[in-house]
């Protein structure tokens, strides 16, 4: 179910969460894709293309991210942002060019692989935390009943191609698919 909302809380900063069904948690071959479109799109580094255009080289915003939820029946990606009321409308174009950038052309080879190799880093290093990979292998069995080792997980994401990425992002940000609530 699609919406458009925008609410006036007469606050300074706005919040503004653009998002979209995504694929289950058992949908694997799009679930990975999913993982790593959003990351590239607004992950916890400083290099997304999100974070890159809209903070770093703009300046527009206080905060992007992109997250994606996985349930056992659906799944959500959200885009979200905290900028001033005068950026929100840049902003909001900046996303959806850069979506319709991700669904228009392929990542090429090289961008690919670099993007790859930083979901697989990050992996690397949230497993260096006990909580962490036991929350996750917690998470595992409940879900799959087995745990999946960094190398089956690594090659889950090197299998992921330019195409596959640019369809989930076809599939995820369809028009008529996304919605979006912005407090002012």
């Known amino acids: 179910m699609q919406f458009d909302k925008t609410i006036d809380k007469r606050n300074h900063e706005v919040n503004a969460v653009v998002g979209a069904v995504a694929p289950s948690l058992y949908d694997e071959r ?7 479109l959003a990351n590239i799109l607004g992950g916890p580094a400083s290099n997304s293309l999100l974070n890159n255009l809209l903070r770093e080289k ?4 206080y905060n992007v991210e992109c997250s994606y ?12 942002i905290g900028c001033d009321k005068a950026n929100l409308d840049k902003c ?4 959806y060019k850069t979506i319709a950038k991700m669904q228009d ?9 670099a993007a790859k190799k930083q979901l ?13 990979q036991c929350l996750a292998m917690g998470k595992s069995l409940l879900a799959f009943g087995k745990i999946s080792s960094f190398q089956e997980d ?18 995820i940000f369809a028009p008529g698919k996304i919605s979006k609530l912005v407090y002012l």
């Open 30 to 36: 799009e679930r990975i894709a999913a993982v790593l």
């Open 58 to 61: 703009n300046g527009w915003v």
């Open 69 to 80: 939820t996985q349930y056992s029946d659906s799944g959500i990606m959200a885009i979200s």
């Open 92 to 95: 909001l174009d900046a996303i």
């Open 105 to 113: 052309q392929p990542l090429s080879p090289a961008k690919l692989k």
């Open 120 to 132: 697989i880093g990050q992996l690397a290093i949230s497993s260096e935390s006990g909580e962490t």
């Open 154 to 171: 690594r090659a889950r994401i090197e299998a992921v191609t330019a195409q596959e990425l640019q369809e989930t992002a076809r599939s």
